[in-house]
């Protein structure tokens, strides 16, 4: 078990304006500051003059550059770090800390606020010489080289700036921890979160993976798939347990996001949210199914592009955030089966947020408390499997996010912790309704058109002479259906929802929808699968094409 320390560690951070720290400037004495005459010269000079006043005053960093624009830290009101572009005024508050402007007069040189257009100038230039910034960070986490960023300020080799809460204090990690030393680390991870009712021991196993994940977040090249806290009813612990982890990760809940009813909705928040420098993000209690292509490209992108709100502008905005999501009985939608990872709790009991008891009655508290031990604890893992020379372990790998799991997989066989990532075939097969719905539509389509091929039109007048294709029609369909007006808008939304899906295989027949050209410039279409195959692949029969 970790003991704290008595002592506290505290960061004071440049140009952070909060009531409980002073504000920065690790500021040169008046007699140091370079003089600065703005009477007689051209803009230009003055801005170099300017920029090498701020450059040279920049150490420890204050500025910085993030997603092509000048930014600084700063705590909001509740102590937490706030990435946030600088503007003129911001620049020229900084400009008159760093530098004397002076204009000569007839009797003499008296000094003069910083003219605007200095600012003004720096600003439009669009690239500077100060450090690249990817993110900030509220606790010690692992460098791509094994090693732990554990000294407050900001780390060149990463470009993170490590920023821990007033009061943390993180025990020393062990570069090559013990049997023993690995042992109680994972015994005080239990104490956090070994007493939820997990479903399986694949969920117990993934809940330690979700926790592991801030932590290693930054060692990684890759991107990390969305954790999915499901439970089948309200009150079993999913949004306690959301907010042990983000509160071991930042000292405070996390950024929470609500699922919007339109992608457009969702691209817009999720720029918010990551450019603010977010680094867990909570989509919290979601109803119904969670289906958004905006997320799921957020999910494998590195870097996140989009426009600024109101603005004619292209963000680009490091994604190096850890996401989860909660809600009951989560059913998925279009690509976000295969991006995400499974974490079910389930009391068995019809009010299962009565007579439960944990070790630590207050748990969010506890876990706050004991932040530093936690943290120590987690890395020593981490640590562990790094002294050994990162053995590879027989786990199972989620597509596009090999590192992560290979990665966390180490971690947790290295600890004795089994089951990682064992319960995809079956978050695939209940959570993934989506494929589930095409499943059953192609199999409809099939009973319907047998060997031949036949358009869009043709399911159409079908449908809407009651044939049993309509009962068969996956939910966005069926909405659309009941609401289109005329046949041809529905038409065309059909034969969209058939090419995003051409060649796409569902279910154990491996039943799919293939092109098989036009008839009067009509796109036809087949249904395909393992247990029938096309005739015209045999050669036995000609193809039948039902045209409207």
């Not at 060692?219 to 999913?238: E, H, R, S, W």
């Not at 347990?241 to 071991?248: F, I």
């Not at 091929?453 to 029609?473: I, P, Q, R, W, Y």
Request: hydrophobic share 40%.
């Amino acid at each position: 078990m970790f003991t704290s320390p008595a002592s506290t560690n505290r960061v004071t951070i440049p140009l952070t304006f909060s009531p409980t720290a002073p504000p920065v400037s690790e500021t040169p004495k008046p007699r140091q500051r370079p003089t600065i005459t703005v009477s007689d010269q051209q803009l230009r000079d003055l801005t170099v003059m300017t920029q090498y006043a701020l450059e040279k005053a920049n150490d420890p960093p204050s500025l910085f550059v993030r997603s092509g624009e000048l930014v600084r830290i700063r705590e909001d009101e509740v102590g937490r770090p706030i990435t946030e572009a600088v503007t003129e005024g911001i620049l020229r508050s900084r400009m008159s800390q760093v530098a004397d402007f002076v204009r000569p007069t007839k009797n003499g040189v008296t000094s003069v606020v910083p003219p605007m257009y200095i600012p003004k100038d720096i600003l439009a230039l669009g690239t500077w010489k100060f450090p690249a910034l990817i993110s900030v960070v509220e606790i010690p986490v692992l460098r791509p080289d094994g090693s732990v960023l554990d000294k407050p300020g900001y780390d060149r080799a990463t470009k993170l700036y490590y920023m821990p809460k007033v009061g943390l204090t993180v025990p020393p990690i062990p570069t090559n921890p013990s049997p023993q030393q690995i042992k109680q680390s994972l015994a005080l991870i239990e104490e956090a979160i070994g007493e939820f009712p997990y479903s399986d021991q694949a969920s117990h196993a993934n809940a330690i993976a979700l926790l592991l994940t801030p932590l290693i977040r930054h060692a990684i090249k890759g991107q990390v798939p969305l954790a999915l806290l499901d439970a089948p009813q309200q009150g079993t612990g999913k949004s306690l347990l959301g907010k042990v982890v983000s509160r071991l990760a930042s000292g405070r809940d996390a950024a929470m996001m609500a699922a919007p009813d339109s992608d457009e909705e969702w691209r817009k928040r999720i720029t918010a949210t990551l450019y603010s420098g977010a680094t867990v993000i909570v989509i919290d209690n979601i109803e119904g199914r969670l289906a958004a292509p905006s997320l799921a490209s957020a999910l494998t992108a590195d870097t996140w592009r989009d426009r600024i709100l109101g603005v004619s502008k292209i963000l680009d905005v490091p994604n190096r955030a850890t996401w989860l999501a909660t809600g009951n009985n989560i059913r998925l939608g279009g690509d976000l089966g295969r991006r995400c990872y499974w974490i079910r709790l389930d009391a068995r009991s019809a009010t299962p947020w009565t007579g439960r008891t944990y070790r630590h009655p207050q748990l969010a508290h506890w876990v706050a408390e004991h932040r530093g031990e936690l943290v120590a604890a987690m890395l020593t893992l981490v640590r562990a499997w790094y002294a050994e020379g990162r053995p590879s372990a027989a786990t199972i790998t989620l597509g596009g996010f090999e590192e992560w799991c290979e990665t966390i997989g180490g971690v947790l066989a290295l600890a004795g912790v089994s089951g990682f990532l064992e319960n995809l075939t079956e978050l695939y097969e209940v959570a993934d309704e989506e494929s589930a719905e095409w499943e059953s539509f192609l199999r409809a389509l099939e009973g319907k058109y047998g060997r031949g091929t036949f358009t869009t039109a043709t399911v159409v007048n079908d449908l809407v002479s009651g044939a049993s294709l309509l009962e068969s029609l996956p939910a966005d369909l069926a909405d659309t259906w009941h609401g289109f007006q005329p046949k041809t808008s529905f038409n065309r939304r059909l034969g969209k929802a058939l090419a995003a899906r051409c060649d796409r295989r569902y279910g154990p027949d491996q039943h799919r929808i293939e092109q098989v050209g036009k008839e009067r410039s009509a796109q036809v279409w087949r249904v395909v699968s393992d247990s029938r195959k096309p005739a015209d692949a045999t050669g036995t029969e000609e193809p039948t094409v039902f045209m409207a």
